[in-house]
């Protein structure tokens, strides 16, 4: 039930863009997305609850697709404190929990 | 910054010995979670509560209870610690389904 991210890990240079895939094999609910820094707790960036939503947080967006079970993160001009690692977290319908991915190591370069 | 705190911070024990880790909010919000964090696997749900003396188990379960008396406190105890349950912990809290979740500093726990 734990949804499976993709890339594993990715380094860019600052200004380059970089998408990160969430997928389930079950149909969901909601889809999250989370940074964490090193040391640090997981903090929220979007939350996504509507088959083909797309919401955006200044450079960073993302989309649902409902029927493939499929949320992708998008982050464009990348700086370097978008350095981290990113989990997606998901809810399954009439389900009380929430379950995350492995993360994606997102390292930004100068 | 919502309100949680997670208690200890660090904690080292001898194998076998029980353990419990505390989780504390101050938001009044109905959901709370316990994850582990270790590297390779991202955050893995162990418990979580949808109530007051309402719980289950997540998908690592095993070696592990969890007990909400109060609103406001998530206890997780490992019954009789092993060194595979070393881990950094998290705690979560929410308000509701399809909300955001905030999470707690962590508590890191290492079995010897």
């Known amino acids: 039930q734990q949804p499976v991210q993709s890339p594993q890990a990715v380094i860019l240079r600052e200004g380059e863009d970089a998408v990160i895939n969430c997928s389930s094999s079950?149909?969901?609910?909601?889809v999250h997305w989370y940074r964490q820094k090193h040391g640090e707790a997981p903090v929220f960036l979007m939350i996504?609850?509507?088959?083909?939503e797309q919401k955006g947080h200044e450079k960073i967006s993302a989309s649902f697709n409902e029927k493939k079970q499929q949320s992708s993160l998008y982050l464009t001009a990348s700086q370097l404190s978008y350095s981290g690692t990113y989990f997606c977290g998901t809810e399954l319908f009439r389900n009380n929990d929430m379950r995350f991915g492995a993360g994606t190591r997102l390292t930004v370069k100068p | 910054d919502a309100g949680i705190t997670q208690s200890p911070r660090h904690k080292v024990t001898e194998t076998g010995t029980p353990v419990t880790l505390r989780c504390h909010q101050t938001e009044n919000h109905r959901y709370m979670y316990w994850y582990r964090q270790d590297p390779g696997h991202g955050l893995r749900l162990i418990h979580y509560?949808?109530?007051?003396?309402?719980?289950d188990k997540g998908e690592v379960s095993d070696g592990y209870s969890v007990s909400r008396s109060k609103t406001e406190d998530f206890l997780l105890t490992l019954e009789s610690a092993t060194s595979s349950q070393t881990s950094v912990y998290f705690c979560a809290i929410r308000p509701g389904v399809g909300t955001e979740a905030f999470f707690g500093q962590g508590t890191r726990l290492t079995v010897v």
């Open positions: 079950k149909a969901l609910y909601s």
């Open positions: 509560s949808y109530g007051v003396k309402d719980t």
């Open positions: 996504l609850l509507k088959g083909g």
